[in-house]
């Protein structure tokens, strides 16, 4: 499997400095955003990510893409580090890297028609023009779904649905190998979700594109994953197969997550208990010693708020991060 990486990311870390003072600005703290978090994605694979609000999954989006520079760490493509090249070493490498952004009218521009927005990255990075450009404008609004006639309309004159399938054909235009789509889905109405998820599953099979797919809705991300990783509070507590994660969850903060997931059955509904974590989430400003879930973790323990634990195998590539299991020490 190590020849079909596409992606692999190592340590990665993105610490946001705090400054104080008016003219002279000085660093008095950092925000610990991302904090050394490892993967790698293969071909035609969709990687899910996902943790509560403010736990780093969309920095670690950005950062993978270069939207934002790590503060240390690899990001590995084509056998590169992406974050020891300059703008001009990573331009031809940014066309193989797209991104499908949450808001699918907030990520257009109001003053472009459809045509426009998915042409402008052929324009930039491409030799396309003529009739060969307008033939290529037509094929991505077909596969997207759209109808050629809409290439003169702009953002307003689509649904929420239609504006997403745009977002979708400007990240296809350039035929890249790896997409962030950092949560696609929740800004459309639920019927409109699942449209967009047969989408990037269809355009998978076709094209064995590869997905880091952020989100919040565990529902979404059990059908739209081959894996999982769970992020707590910008580290990696858990990763896994779907299947084996949602049925066999290690780490208590995945233990946790997947019990408040809704089941469609009243009676196993009724039965089944809700895992309520206790206290908020601590501030990436000045994360808790230790294991950074212990101040709420029902199963910690002395050693929790001592040792930092590692993510490791804990048996056929289950890997967790938590001093429960033997494998995970430091």
Not at 53 to 81: D, H, M, P
Not at 186 to 200: F, G, H, M
Not at 248 to 261: D, G, I, M, N, R
Request: glycine share 6%; hydrophobic share 40%; with cysteine.
């Amino acid at each position: 499997m190590a020849e079909n990486v596409v992606i692999e990311i190592n340590n990665l870390a993105k610490y946001f400095p705090i400054t104080s003072g008016l003219f002279f600005k000085k660093k008095v703290a950092e925000v610990k955003a991302v904090d050394g978090v490892s993967f790698a994605i293969h071909r035609g694979e969709t990687l899910g990510l996902v943790g509560e609000s403010g736990c780093g999954k969309t920095t670690v989006g950005k950062c993978v893409l270069q939207l934002y520079r790590a503060t240390s760490g690899e990001v590995i493509f084509e056998g590169k580090n992406l974050c020891d090249l300059n703008e001009n070493q990573l331009r031809p490498l940014r066309r193989k890297l797209q991104v499908v952004f949450q808001d699918p009218y907030d990520s257009l521009n109001p003053r472009f028609t459809a045509a426009d927005i998915i042409g402008e990255p052929l324009q930039i990075n491409s030799d396309i023009r003529g009739s060969d450009f307008d033939r290529r404008i037509a094929e991505l609004l077909d596969i997207v779904g759209l109808a050629p006639y809409m290439a003169d309309r702009y953002p307003h004159e689509f649904s929420g649905g239609q504006r997403q399938r745009l977002g979708v054909a400007r990240a296809l235009a350039l035929q890249p190998e790896f997409i962030v789509c950092d949560e696609p889905l929740s800004a459309l109405d639920v019927s409109i979700q699942a449209q967009i998820i047969n989408l990037l599953d269809d355009l998978q099979d076709k094209f064995g594109i590869a997905y880091l797919f952020i989100s919040h809705d565990l529902s979404v991300v059990r059908h739209m994953s081959d894996r999982v990783g769970v992020m707590y509070l910008g580290k990696m507590m858990e990763l896994s197969e779907r299947d084996e994660i949602y049925k066999s969850p290690l780490h208590p903060y995945t233990q946790a997550l997947l019990s408040a997931v809704p089941i469609p059955d009243p009676a196993v509904e009724e039965k089944r208990k809700v895992i309520v974590l206790k206290g908020e989430v601590p501030s990436p400003i000045n994360p808790p010693s230790g294991c950074v879930f212990h101040p709420r973790c029902p199963k910690a323990f002395d050693d929790c708020s001592k040792l930092i634990p590692q993510l490791k195998d804990a048996g056929s590539g289950h890997e967790v991060a938590c001093l429960l299991y033997k494998t995970s020490w430091p």
